[in-house]
């Protein structure tokens, strides 16, 4: 009489295969989404080429009319303005991408198959990173052409560029649970304009000094004023901050690495939580 051998269960996978299985899945969807854009070239056109059309019309219709700081060529003063505003509105982007898989039930697909669950939102973020440094990369050589300079070397400019990317990351885990969170890609559409203000309050465009007392407070702490600050003064640009600036502009560095860290923190675990509870 033969004996049948026990059922085992299989163990359950530590940590670090979580974190590897996660990783892997992330790095698949990552190169989806890559894949998507080379299928829809208009989109990728306009993503990458519509940063360089506003240096070009920025630099040269509002640089004959406003005064820098301190002097200056304005340009230069403009190019990181143009980088943060970027950088603020790419959030929005992410928000029409994900709202649309949502509404057409590619993320139920995704749901379906045997995938870690977090891969999903960390795959969309990882791949809108890859876009916002190509597009920061054809707005510097746009920037090149029309005058504007990193005057600290080298170092210090890919420091600028890091901040930028790290916030641009932390930005896209908003874009990602916005896009959770609306019904569809229509009302995602009816968000874009509320980034516009959101943006344009800020010192990327004009000093802040001129502004009433309540609008200068609004505009110092608003953090795509401290990303420009930061990388004003990494490029080596003119607009320094003053002694009387608030502390965000003044530490500009540590605000930017403080926001990031603090979306990060929240947006995160919002975005995988809701990705998740959204399946069941």
Request: proline share 7%.
């Amino acid at each position: 009489m033969t004996t049948v051998p026990a059922f085992t269960a299989p163990a359950a996978p530590t940590v670090l295969e979580r974190v590897r299985w996660t990783f892997a899945d992330g790095l698949t969807l990552v190169g989806r989404e890559l894949s998507r854009m080379r299928q829809e070239p208009g989109t990728l056109v306009g993503a990458l080429v519509f940063p360089a059309i506003m240096v070009v019309l920025f630099g040269y219709v509002f640089g004959s009319a406003i005064q820098v700081p301190g002097g200056g060529n304005y340009r230069e003063y403009l190019m990181p303005g143009l980088f943060s505003m970027v950088t603020f509105t790419s959030v929005m982007a992410l928000t029409m991408q994900v709202a649309t898989d949502a509404s057409k039930g590619v993320m139920d697909r995704f749901r379906a198959m045997p995938m870690a669950r977090s891969a999903v939102p960390f795959g969309q973020t990882g791949a809108d990173v890859l876009t916002g440094f190509l597009s920061l990369g054809i707005m510097a050589a746009a920037g090149l052409l029309v005058g504007w300079r990193a005057h600290r070397g080298v170092l210090p400019a890919v420091e600028a560029f890091a901040l930028l990317c790290l916030m641009r990351y932390a930005l896209s885990w908003v874009g990602c649970y916005l896009g959770l969170v609306v019904k569809n890609e229509q009302t995602a559409d009816h968000l874009v304009p509320l980034s516009l203000p959101f943006t344009m309050l800020s010192n990327s465009f004009v000093p802040t000094e001129g502004m009433p007392a309540w609008l200068r407070f609004l505009s110092d702490w608003n953090p795509v004023s401290a990303l420009t600050a930061a990388s004003r003064g990494l490029f080596g640009n003119p607009g320094a901050a003053t002694g009387d600036a608030a502390w965000p502009v003044a530490h500009p560095t540590a605000a930017v690495l403080l926001w990031s860290a603090v979306l990060l923190a929240v947006f995160v675990p919002l975005s995988v939580r809701t990705y998740r509870r959204k399946g069941r």
